[in-house]
Nanobody, 123 residues
Framework: QVQLVESGGGLVQPGGSLRLSCAASGSIFSINAMGWYRQAPGKQRELVATIISGGSTNYADSVKGRFTISRDYAKNTVYLQMSSLKPEDTAVYFC?????????????????WGQGTQVTVSS
């Protein structure tokens, strides 16, 4: 009933930039929070950045000052602008959303994940 579709990953040289996008669609009543997580090979998934409905943001220490999360409320889309990329930023990036969805006349909370997009930082 709700889908998250990510785009924007790819290969970039160290010091370069990329912008990830994640669009939510389906029977959405409201979105409480959206965020980005990443998982490098052999490591656990970790939080990168989140943004709540009021606009407050939170970043992992490792990306502060380099990454910026933003949201287009009209399009139910979250972005992650990544700059000054480092090889250690290489990972699969996953979009996450905490959504209130509707089914008939009922409303339910749900936590959704995108399929992931690969970001590789290498020369």
């Amino acid at each position: 009933q709700v889908q998250l579709v990510e785009s924007g990953g790819g290969l970039v040289q160290p010091g370069g930039s990329l912008r990830l996008s994640c669009a939510a669609s389906g029977s959405i009543f409201s979105i409480n929070a959206m965020g980005w997580y990443r998982q490098a090979p052999g490591k656990q998934r970790e939080l990168v950045a989140t943004i709540i409905s009021g606009g407050s943001t939170n970043y992992a220490d490792s990306v502060k000052g380099r990454f910026t999360i933003s949201r287009d409320y009209a399009k139910n889309t979250v972005y992650l602008q990544m700059s000054s990329l480092k090889p250690e930023d290489t990972a699969v990036y996953f979009c996450n959303a905490e959504i209130i969805y509707y089914s008939g006349s009922h409303y339910y909370p749900g936590d959704y994940w995108g399929q992931g997009t690969q970001v590789t930082v290498s020369s």
